[in-house]
Structure formats: C-alpha cells, structure tokens
C-alpha cells in the first residue's frame, strides 16, 4: 500500500499518460493504448517534451497532450515534486525552476507594457507567449494521431481542490478561449492538476463542454465511470518515476505493473513527467531514460500488431453499443455515441441540427440563423454546419458533411475509399472499394484472403518469395569473384548465382574480372564510415522529410511509402579504387512485419549533402544505375546491427564519377520495394544519443 507522502507525490498532474487497455463498460475483450503527453507549457523543458512528443508521433503512437494555458510568476512546482534535498538533481531542478520563473517574469512586464496579454487574466500570460511551445503545438495539432487537452489553469498546487463553481468555470473557460485564441484547438478533456478536484470542478468542466476527465485511480471514486452524466473519468494507474525510491523505473517493471492494471481494470494509465526524462543539468534529453520509453515503445507496437488499437482520450471509450446510444441533446465526442450518428458541437443532433449549449442543458437547433448563440465563437462543428464570425445565412455557413440546403445541412455519409476498384491490403489478404451498402458511398470490402504462399503487395496476391536481384544476365561483384542475377531454382524469383572467382592477378570490378591497374597497390583496405551529425540521415513519409527525428524508416505500410537515406562525409576512397566488397549496417529499433521488403540505391552525384525538409527530399534525389534489392529486413536486439547485401557496384559507380575525389560525401537512398508491405525502422543521429549505434557504411577496396 503507498504510504501518504507517496499519495501526494503521486498526484502531480505535471505528466505524460500512457493508457492500455478498455474501459469495462465498453467492449471488455478490445485493447486500446492511448499516450497522454502532460506539461505543454511555456519555458519549461520544451525540448525535452518536443523531443518524447516527436517520438510517439513518429511511431505513429496516438496521444493526448495535456496543455497548461497560463503562466505565472510565482513558482513553478511545489517542493515535493523535486527530487530529493541535497542531491545534485535537486540543486540542478532548482536552478532549472528560477530560470523559467525569470523568463516568465520577463515576458509578463514586456506584454503589459505592449498591452498584448492576450486573453490572459490580470497577473497572468498565455502559454503562447513561448513562440518554440506555440509554434511547435501549432505544426503538430493537425495529426490525426494528437489530441491537445486543457490541464488546469496554471497548474498551482491543489487549484481545483477548493474552488466555488462559478470560478472554477471561469478559469476552464479562459483556459479554453486561450488555447482556441493560440492555436485555434477547443479542448474536451480535462486533467486535473496535482490530482486532486471537488464537484464544483466536475460540474464546471462538464458545463465548460468537457466530455474527458483524468485524475488518479486512488483519488477519483468516479474512475471509469460518468459523473456528472456525459463526463468520463479515465484515471492514471501507473508511473515510470517511483516517488517511494527517487529513481527512475526500469522498462520491465513498467511493463509488468502495466499488464498488473490491464489484468484489474482492462486499462493501464502510465504517467510520467518531462522532468524525470531531462539529464543531469536539466537541458536535454538523458539517453538510458530515452531507451526506456523505447523499449516500453516497442511493447506498446507489439500490442498494436497483436490486434490492439490507439487512439487518444477524447475518442476513449465510444465503442457503446446501440443499446446505450445517445439520443439528442446529449453529450458526445463522436457521431458512434449518437443515436443520430451525428455530434455536433459535443451534443448529439440529428442531420441538418446543430448542438449548442443553452444554460447547463445542451440543445439542438436547425435555422441556421440561431447559431450565432453557440456558446464558444459561434463554431458548431462535426455534421452540421460551421459560422463565419457574426454571419447568418448559407453565405456564412461552410458544411462539415453534405451540402447546405435551407440554411442547413444535408446530411451525407463519408466514402473510405476513393476509386470503384481500387484495392489495398489488409492482414493476409486484400479489400477492395466499392458500394455494398447502398449509401451512394463507397467503402472497402470484407478481406479476401490470398492463396497459400502468396502475400498480399499493393493490393494484389504475389509469390511469398522475393528477388534478390532486379534484372536477369546482371553481374555485381562479390568478394573477389562475379554473381549473375536469374532463377536458379524452382520458383518463379530471381536470385544471385554461386561465386564465380577471378583469376590470381585479377579483381571484379563493374561485375567483371579485370587486371590489377599498375598504377594501384595490390594493399587492400578497409574503411568504416559512420553517421556523425543530424540531418546526415532522415526518412520520408510519403512526401514529408523527418531530418531530425530519433529513427528512419523505410518500407510500405497501406498505401504509405516510407524511404530513407544516410550520408556519410569524409569518404576516404581514392578516385578509380578497385572496389572490392561494401555493405551497409542499420541499426535496430522496430519493424512491424516480415515484408519490408526494401531496395538500395546511391545518389548519383560527386559530393552528396546533408538532408532538409523540402518535401521529398529523398525521392527527388538523382539515384544511381546500380541496386540491390535487400528483402525481409531482419528483426534484432534494439540498437544491435543488420547488414545489407553486397553494394560494392552502388559504391563503384558514385567513386568511379568524373567529379569524384577522396573526402567527398556519398549516400545511400534506402526505398520499398515493389511488394513491400510493412516497414522497419532504424534508430537515426539524434535518437542514438552520441552512442555507438548510427548507420555505418563498410568498404574494402584496393587503391
């Protein structure tokens, strides 16, 4: 049992919330993980929360990130979420505080006396006031995978325990006009701060238009349950930090005490702080912390590839039945709470309606020119219609769904898919898009499973076995002898041939046994390049670039294309050397499945440069002649290495160019191949930490 003191350390809403599992009042036998990323606020380890934010975004891991709208003077934790007195954690954690405290102060007098505070009360700035917070919240609100939900006010010790209503309100609805006048978000769940709440905060977060509530398991008797009605408590169930020991937990505890929650409740709730993930000095990332939440990562992908599914709090718990659906004027999130199958302004309406807050009752209108008394902005959203500011009328109303009739809107169902026809894989087999329903939409099929030794590669069955090679009669070079690409066996792929070895005096090169050059020593050597600065690798996800991200990913994953690149400087290789043998070693993070299937290239060009975030930024590179096809990516121990097939005739070509010389920079471009149909991903620069595991890029040559 957690003694008292563990209670109150336990009840920081400063966090990040991990939740697996399912509600019991909903589909016991679902999985569902959903990531609550806490402490967006401005001055405070921004780089530290960009950093693990980035990460889950870019594992496509769904998360809710709990914003706090306001800023103050007065200080910044209490005294028992540092760590503990004497230590140099704690001075470090001290130091750390009165800067923010300092840079707070600073933006205050500069907004007063601009008068730009904002919608910020007296005495208070907005969290937009940090432009890196603001700027990096506003690229990522549009994800589909981040949800931004309001934590408190100004996260003050205990500053929802003792509130009246009518302040409680206020305070959740300029923490709400804040958050929408920033970044242009209305949130709909809210975490209490420190944990700890009365019911005129629950009453006030409901009538504020709340439909999520989390505190602690321990201090919400209301724990996965509505109270009031509409408003659902998801509380936190375990942490990565244990207060009891000051010390940071290991990934297999978490683990185990996560699966302990799932085995009681269905759901595990895992809270950490930005803090606990910041090193020694409190200015960056600690590398071994980063490791654990990778590795806590890599269970929570494995779930997902086991059946599991994530998403974030405000779409937890929706599953209901028909039986338990909503009728008008009830609060919802999502239209599959509506009996309607339509929510509009967090309140169920039937097509053509809009929902609105009338008084505490929620309520739903159909002249389009009442809409000027939805309470927040005039927006009214999801199904019905949405309000140009102080406009009435259709010319003022752009529909969500369907079109605009009568100053209202038609309702319309949502197509999947796109093309009658089209076809995409799905598990074994493949779906295809058509109507089967007669909605006049078009969705995709039930799943047909491929024949035995087939798997499914951009929507069609294929042979489960892979080319090694592109193009029958090719020759590449292997150790000191010639491979020929062709079939060799009894199946319908192309393989490389047995060794042909050269004669005593000769070398391959070019796939080609040829003489030594007199002017080559016969001295063979052997250089290893490595990764050694960000933006030296990146990867490509569909046509947006990732140079900074901690891992690289290539392979196909539905219709999305992942690719990857990795540019090794200082390449020491004399212009003309007589490659011998060269391979490229990636090291591991995660791969979802056994058919990423991947093709290598180099970048034909003399001296390659660094990657940027010009979109396809990889593609749009100039490849080289020769490939290799590198098929069924292997999995390993996390940060241990893979090594690609022989690429000595990728090498070749880019040294043996006209503008080539020693010193200059040559790539590898790393794509799917044709029939890829999952991905593998690698660990990058930055997610490396400065530790023996970047990409590495071996050559022997004689020159």
Known sequence: MLSNDSLKLLSLGLSFILIIGFIPVVHASDKIIIFRDDDAQGYWLVNVFENVTNTLIQNDVSQTIG??????????????????????????????????????SSALKKASAISTVSSAPAGYISFGADADLKNYLDSIKSEPSVEIAIHGFVHSENEFQSLTYATAKTKIGQGIQDIYSEIGV????????????????????????????????????????????????????????????????????????????????????????PQEFANADYTAVDSSKYQTLISVLTWVKQQKSQGAKLMTIGQYGLNSSNATKKSNGQACVNGSECQSSSCSYGYCCNPGQCGWLNGSAGTCVSNASKATNITFNGICRSGAWKTVFGGIGCNSYQCDNGTCINNSCAASCQSQCSVNGQKQ??????????????????????????????????????????????????????????????????????????????????????????????????????????????????????????????????????????????????????????????KLKLPYNWRSGATANTILYGEAIDNSGQFTTTASNITKRQKTTASIAWNSLPSATWGNFITSPDISGIVREVTGRSGWKAGNSLTILHYEAANAASTWEGISYEGCKGGNCTAILEVQYIG
């Open 425 to 582: 894989c799905s598990g074994s087999g493949y779906q295809t898009c058509g109507d089967y329903n007669g909605d006049s939409c078009k969705e995709w099929s039930a799943v047909t499973n491929c024949s035995a030794g087939q798997v499914c590669a951009n929507g069609s069955c294929v042979s489960s076995c892979q080319n090694e090679c592109l193009t029958n009669g090719t020759n590449q070079c292997s150790g000191k002898g010639v491979q020929t690409c062709g079939n060799y066996d009894s199946d319908s792929c192309l393989e490389w041939s047995m060794v042909t070895n050269c004669s005593g005096n000769q070398t391959c090169q070019n796939g080609s046994c040829i003489s030594n050059p007199a002017n080559l020593t016969n001295t063979t050597k052997t250089i290893q390049k490595k990764i050694l600065a960000g933006k030296s690798d990146a990867y490509e996800k569909g046509t947006t670039m990732y140079p900074t991200g901690n891992i690289l990913v290539v392979g196909k994953s539905g219709s999305t294309t992942y690719r990857s690149g990795y540019a090794f400087t200082g390449v020491e290789i004399p212009k003309g050397a007589i490659i011998i043998s060269a």
């Open 186 to 273: 209305t949130p709909v769940t809210f975490i209490a701060p420190y944990n700890t709440f009365n019911t005129n905060a629950l009453k006030a977060c409901k009538d504020s238009g709340m439909k999520r509530f989390s505190a602690a398991i321990y201090s919400d008797s209301n724990s996965w349950k509505e109270s009031p009605s509409g408003l659902l408590h998801v509380p936190d169930t375990v942490e990565f930090y244990d207060w009891d020991t000051d010390t940071f937990q290991s990934a297999s505890s978490i683990i185990s005490e996560c699966q302990a929650s799932l085995d009681q409740y269905n759901a595990c709730v895992m809270l950490i702080h």
């Open 67 to 104: 914003l706090i709208p306001f800023m103050s003077s007065s200080s910044l934790y209490s005294s028992e979420v540092a760590p503990k007195s004497g230590t140099l954690a704690s001075a470090n954690f001290q130091k750390a505080t009165s800067a923010r405290v300092s840079k707070v």
